[in-house]
Structure formats: C-alpha cells, structure tokens
C-alpha cells in the first residue's frame, strides 16, 4: 500500500466505538423511545377520540384507522392508486432532474449566465406551483399531464440552485491545478466538476423527491387527477373518515419511504467521501 492509498483510505472506528457513539437518553435507545413516542400519540389520539370533543367525521378512532388502512393492502385499487400518485411524482422529477443539473452546471460555472436567469430562478422559486392547477386543468384535464408540469415547476429551481452550490463550492486550487494539466470540458465535468458538487446535487434531490410527492398530493386532492390525494377528497366527501385517515397516513409512509430511499442512495453513492458524508 503507498503512502496516497494510505491518505485516502477513510478511517474506521472501531465497531464497539460506533456503537457507543450511537446517541442514547437516559441510558435507552433512540428506537425504543421513538416507539414509546409513537405509542403515546395513538392512546392520546384514542383518548381524544373517547372524549367525544370532536365529532367522529372529524376525528375517527385509531383502531377504525387501522383497519382501514391494513384492508388497503389487499385491495388491487390500492396499488393502481399508489401507483398513480407515484407515476406522476417520478416523472416531475426525472424533467426537473433533466433540466435542472444541466443548468444549474451552466449557471453555476459562469457568472453572465447565473446573472442572466436570476430573475427567473428567483422568482420561479419563490412561485407557487399550485397556482397554476386552474389553467392547467383547462388546457391538461385530469390526466397525469398535469401534475408532471406542476412537479417539474415545483423542483426544477430548487434543483438548479443546489446544483449551483456544489457547483460553486468547488475550491479554486482544484480548478486551477485541472486547468494546468488541460483537464477541460466534458472530462472535466465528469471526472471533477460532478464528484465534488455530487453532495449538494443529491441533498437537492431529496429535498425535491419531497417536493415532487406534496405537489403530486395537494394536485390530486385539488383537481380530482387519479391518486392518494383525489382517494382522500372522495373518502372524506364520502363521509368515510377513517378510510381518508388511512389514505393520509400511506401519503406521509410514502414521503417517508421516498426520502429514507434516496438517503440510503446518497450513502452508498457518497461513501468514497473521508468526511462521511456518505455514511
């Protein structure tokens, strides 16, 4: 092993040292009091539910949740629909991806061009994307059309600017030394440019797979589009509460799975980093 292998190689701990770096209360674990965490939210969510404050339409037994939520699983309908919801978040994305590293790249490394799309990126991030539902839904209809555009315009900017981040984070000495061994264009973007900006590109991806879920979400509950979000509306029009409570909580494991998901991505892709970024 040469010294250069020796520099690069990350350094392990000990397996007994990371476990006890593992941060614990009162001398528990942190799984067993999310557990007992999750365990009082739902005996306070029953006890509420006894008390009779909120009428049953508003705020249905837990227990009546559940099985709603358990028959879900076994109904065929259930999967189209996830499915839906899924279709329409993914392919948001993958346009906002498409669009957004390339320009964020562009931007990111040459001022005139940062300057000339501030504006827009500006403004475009600050834009709320469910704005567009009632036009859209004129020119689109009720299609999977129309929660592809609201994601993409949702994600596309948050994309670019993270992208610019890693992009400009990049330390000029890496810059220059690649300039005097004439490493330049599509070399230089494959083999240093995206390395060094990859944390910030995949932090962005994330945050906009979570994005790309609420959107796709809040687009069906508004326009009525095939998905969780239009199963909620019509439970709950239905005056089936528990069955839209069941519906809420696939919504919220879904974002949740979606974002542990590119997580375990971005360790696995990342853990060549020797800061850890990757674990």
Excluded: C
């Amino acid at each position: 092993m040469t010294v250069t292998d020796i520099q690069r190689a990350p350094a392990r701990a000990p397996a007994g040292a990371r476990a006890s770096s593992e941060p614990r209360l009162g001398g528990i674990g942190v799984i067993p009091w999310r557990i007992l965490v999750f365990g009082a939210g739902i005996a306070l969510w029953y006890l509420i539910h006894l008390t009779g404050v909120f009428p049953a339409t508003l705020l249905p037994s837990p227990i009546a949740v559940f099985m709603e939520w358990a028959q879900a699983l076994v109904t065929g309908s259930f999967w189209s629909i996830l499915g839906d919801t899924l279709a329409g978040a993914l392919v948001g994305l993958a346009f906002g991806i498409v669009a957004g590293i390339p320009l964020g790249i562009l931007t990111g490394r040459f001022v005139a061009a940062e300057l000339s799309v501030r504006f827009l990126v500006d403004f475009g991030r600050a834009f709320p994307a469910v704005a567009l539902v009632a036009v859209l839904l004129l020119i689109l209809g009720r299609g999977i059309e129309v929660k592809v555009v609201l994601v993409f315009v949702a994600v596309v900017f948050i994309i670019i600017l993270q992208t610019q981040h890693g992009v400009r984070s990049v330390s000029a000495s890496i810059v220059d030394t690649t300039h005097a061994f004439r490493i330049r264009g599509g070399l230089f973007v494959r083999k240093v440019l995206l390395p060094s900006a990859a944390p910030s590109i995949l932090a962005g991806l994330r945050l906009a797979a979570s994005v790309a879920v609420l959107v796709t979400i809040s687009t069906e509950v508004l326009t009525g589009a095939p998905g969780l979000g239009a199963s909620i509306a019509e439970a709950q029009v239905g005056g089936n509460s528990a069955l839209a409570y069941a519906y809420i909580v696939y919504a919220g494991l879904l974002g949740y799975a979606v974002n542990m998901g590119l997580g375990w991505a971005q360790g696995r892709l990342l853990r060549w980093q020797p800061n850890g970024s990757g674990e």
